[in-house]
C-alpha cells in the first residue's frame, strides 16, 4: 500500500470517529463527511453490483436460461428487428446498475434495457431475483410485443416476472412478512405474486386506483400465474 493511500485511509478513519462520537468536528465538517461518505457508498455498491450481475450472468441457471431463450426470439423473429419500431435486442451492456430514489430493486425499459438499483439491492441473491423479473419482462416484450400502457399486459406480465423470477419462493416471502404478518403456508406464493402485480399496475400511468388494478390483476390471473414459459413449470 502506497504511502497516499495509508495518510488517505488514516484521514478517512480520524474523520469517521469524530462523525461517530461527535468529538472534534464542526457542523461544516460533518455535512462534508455526510456527502464524502455518500459517494465513497455509492460507488462500493456500484462496484458490488456490477460484480454480481457478472457472476450471475455467468453462474445463475435461471438468468441464463432466460437470456438463452431470449437470444432464440431474436434469431426466430428477423421480420421485426429491424427498424424505429423494432423491439429492444439483448446485450450485456444493457444491463446498468445506477442509484434509484424508488422503492423497487429494478425496472425495464423497452427502449434501454434493465436498471439494477444498487442502492436497494442487499446482495447477489437479491440482484438474482431482480434480475430475472426483469428478464421476464424483456422476454415477453420480444414474445408479445407487449403493450406495457395497456393495464391487462402489464398485470399479465408483473404476474409472471413475480411467480418465474424467485421472489416471491416460500423462504423469501418468509423472511420479508414472517408467520405473524399475513403469511399463509398454502397459498403463499399465489398471494404474494398477486400483492406485487398489483403494486406494480398501480404505478402505471393508466391505472387509476388499486381497486382497478386488483381487479385487472384477477381477470387476467389464471391464464398468465399458469403460463410458465419460458420454462416448463415454476422453476424457483
Request: glycine letters at 6%; charged letters at 30%; hydrophobic letters at 30%.
Amino acid at each position: 500500500m502506497s504511502k497516499d493511500k495509508d495518510q488517505n485511509s488514516f484521514e478517512w478513519w480520524r474523520r469517521s470517529l469524530q462523525y461517530k462520537t461527535g468529538l472534534g468536528l464542526t457542523p461544516k465538517e460533518k455535512v462534508r463527511y455526510e456527502e464524502d461518505y455518500k459517494d465513497i457508498l455509492a460507488k462500493k455498491q456500484c462496484q458490488d453490483c456490477y460484480d454480481n450481475r457478472d457472476w450471475m450472468l455467468k453462474y445463475s441457471p435461471t438468468i441464463t436460461f432466460i437470456i438463452q431463450q431470449i437470444n432464440k426470439l431474436q434469431t426466430r423473429l428477423p421480420q421485426v428487428m429491424e427498424g424505429p419500431n423494432a423491439p429492444l435486442t439483448f446485450d450485456e451492456s444493457k444491463i446498468i446498475c445506477d442509484v434509484c430514489d424508488q422503492l423497487k430493486s429494478g425496472g425495464f425499459n423497452t427502449e434501454m434495457g434493465i436498471l439494477l438499483c444498487q442502492n436497494r439491492l442487499k446482495d447477489k441473491w437479491h440482484l438474482e431475483d431482480t434480475l430475472s423479473h426483469e428478464l421476464i419482462h424483456w422476454y415477453d416484450n420480444l414474445k408479445w410485443d407487449v403493450n406495457w400502457l395497456n393495464l391487462r399486459h402489464h398485470a399479465c406480465s408483473e404476474i409472471r416476472a413475480s411467480s418465474l423470477s424467485g421472489e416471491c419462493r416460500f423462504w423469501q416471502e418468509y423472511k420479508r412478512r414472517g408467520m405473524g404478518n399475513g403469511f399463509k403456508v398454502n397459498r403463499g406464493h399465489q398471494e404474494c405474486v398477486k400483492r406485487r402485480a398489483i403494486l406494480s399496475v398501480i404505478g402505471n400511468p393508466n391505472c387509476k386506483s388499486k381497486e382497478e388494478a386488483t381487479k385487472v390483476v384477477n381477470e387476467v390471473w389464471e391464464s398468465c400465474f399458469n403460463d410458465t414459459r419460458p420454462f416448463d413449470e415454476i422453476y424457483r
